[in-house]
Structure formats: structure tokens, C-alpha cells
């Protein structure tokens, strides 16, 4: 292997270390991360599309095992969301073949955007509900309760809100398609959706939003690799570094509160968005 291949695999790999930081610290799939970094790196833009999904799988199941536990998961919400999301995000690779890849790069940095000004403005703290001096679930742990959640101890703030199938399956359609189209988890579309509008405590939006990206990461990888978007001296090494990563970012965030989770979510996504929107820009008008 040439020294400039060898360097290739390393920043790959740390850029797959990243994305799985990423990914398990917001819930977002970390492709955000890897498609402009193997873009940098060389990489044809249907290429980058492609070849981010194989890593999109390890990654969310890494960091959704350890949300598990932490008792941070609405099932519920997850599987609907993934359930509904599978199908449009075959619909999504599929709509590649019909697009310039270099608008999917920008429509990228723009859905970024999108998503990093919508959490942010919406961080102001909440305070928690007070649990009723009375209620028989005070202080029970979820798998004693009603199954919407599996592991530790919930607290006031992380219990989950239920809604209407319809609205879940909704959401997850337009997420599953975002992420067949654009190569992304998904989970940028999810997370400030259900932080926003569905009013979901956002450590929960990240743990379950992370579920649903693994469910409709899979139909998605199906089809890029069966189209040949795929090229593997990528997807490979980064494969490799998300799942260090993917330990790395749920650690953080079911050590911090939802605030800090919110504001760490917009200011990262925002500034990705601006300096890969640029290049993209750049680069298509030139």
C-alpha cells in the first residue's frame, strides 16, 4: 500500500470514529460526519452517498445498546418510526439514479442546517413535571411499568409521550426517504421533530431516534450496494472506527442533561452545515 493509501485508510478510520462519536451522541446516523469527510478524501459525490451507509448499522446498534440499558429508548416510538422509515428509504437510494449527486451534497448541508437552528431554538430548559406525591409509578422502573422503556431508573423528564401512530409513521417515512436519499441516518429529520413538535425529552429523541436509524439503515444499504454506490475502501475503514466511537458518544450523553445534549446537537450540526455547505456550493459552481 502507497503511503498516500495508507494515510487515505487512517483519516478514513478517524473520520469513522467521529461519526460514531457523532452518531450515538445525537442520534443522527454520523453520516453528517463521513460524507463530507470522504468527499474531502476523494470520493466521487454518488460515492459519498453510498459508501457512508454500511457504517450507519454498527454504529446506531453500538449506541443503542447502551441506551438500552440506561433505560433511555421509547420502543414504541422507535420501531414505528423504523418500521415505517424501511420502506422510503429504499425509495430514497432509489431516487439517487434520477438526481446530480452534487445537489444531494447541498440539499445535505442544507437539511443540516435546518435541523441544527431548530433544536437550538428550542433549548430552553424545561423544568421537570413534579411526580405526584401519590403516583404508584414514582421511582419504578420502566420495565415495570408499561414497556416503553427497558433498563434503569426513568426520571420525570424521560418518561415517554405517546402519539398518535399516524404521526410516527409519518415521520418516519420522510426520515427513511431523507436517509435513502442523502445517505444520512435519518435521524437528523427525527430528532428535532420529536423534540420539537412532539415535545419528547431529548435524550430519549436521541436514544430511539438511534433505534430507528439502525431498522432503515438496512434496506438502504441493500439498495446502494446492489446500484454500486458503494465503494468499500471507504466503507470500510469507517466501519471500523464507528463503533469505538459510537461507546464514546452514548457515554456522554447519558451523563449529561437534555439541555446540553440539545445545545451540543445544534452548535455541532450548525457549524458542519455551514462549512460543508460552502464547499458544496464551491464546488458546484465551479
Do not use: K, Q
Amino acid at each position: 500500500m502507497e503511503p498516500g493509501e495508507l494515510l487515505v485508510v487512517v483519516l478514513t478510520l478517524l473520520a469513522g470514529f467521529g461519526a460514531g462519536v457523532l452518531s450515538a451522541l445525537l442520534g443522527v446516523g454520523g453520516a453528517v460526519i463521513t460524507t463530507p469527510a470522504v468527499r474531502v478524501l476523494g470520493a466521487a459525490p454518488i460515492d459519498a452517498v453510498g459508501s457512508t451507509v454500511p457504517a450507519i448499522l454498527p454504529g446506531a446498534v453500538a449506541g443503542t445498546l447502551r441506551y438500552a440499558r440506561e433505560g433511555l429508548v421509547d420502543w414504541r416510538a422507535a420501531l414505528g418510526l423504523g418500521c415505517s422509515g424501511a420502506v422510503f428509504a429504499v425509495l430514497g437510494a432509489l431516487a439517487t439514479t434520477l438526481v446530480d449527486a452534487r445537489l444531494l451534497m447541498v440539499a445535505t448541508a442544507g437539511l443540516m442546517l435546518w435541523s441544527g437552528v431548530t433544536v437550538v431554538r428550542g433549548g430552553e430548559p424545561r423544568s421537570p413535571r413534579p411526580t405526584p406525591v401519590d403516583d404508584p409509578l414514582a421511582g419504578v422502573e420502566a420495565s415495570e411499568t408499561d414497556g416503553a422503556f427497558v433498563g434503569g431508573p426513568v426520571s420525570g423528564t424521560d418518561r415517554p409521550r405517546h402519539h398518535h401512530p399516524g404521526l410516527l409513521a409519518g415521520l418516519g417515512a420522510l426520515s427513511g426517504l431523507v436517509a435513502g436519499l442523502l445517505g444520512v441516518g435519518g435521524g437528523i429529520v427525527m430528532v428535532p421533530m420529536l423534540t420539537g413538535p412532539l415535545r419528547a425529552p431529548m435524550r430519549t429523541a436521541v436514544a430511539s431516534s438511534l433505534v430507528a436509524v439502525a431498522i432503515f439503515s438496512v434496506p438502504a444499504l441493500v439498495t446502494h450496494a446492489w446500484l454500486g454506490n458503494i465503494d468499500w475502501t471507504y466503507a470500510v475503514p469507517l466501519m471500523v472506527g464507528v463503533v469505538p466511537g459510537a461507546r464514546v458518544g452514548s457515554r456522554i450523553t447519558v451523563g449529561a442533561t437534555d439541555h446540553v445534549v440539545r445545545m451540543m446537537f445544534g452548535a455541532l450540526i450548525l457549524v458542519l452545515a455551514v462549512v460543508y455547505g460552502a464547499a458544496e456550493l464551491r464546488s458546484l459552481v465551479g
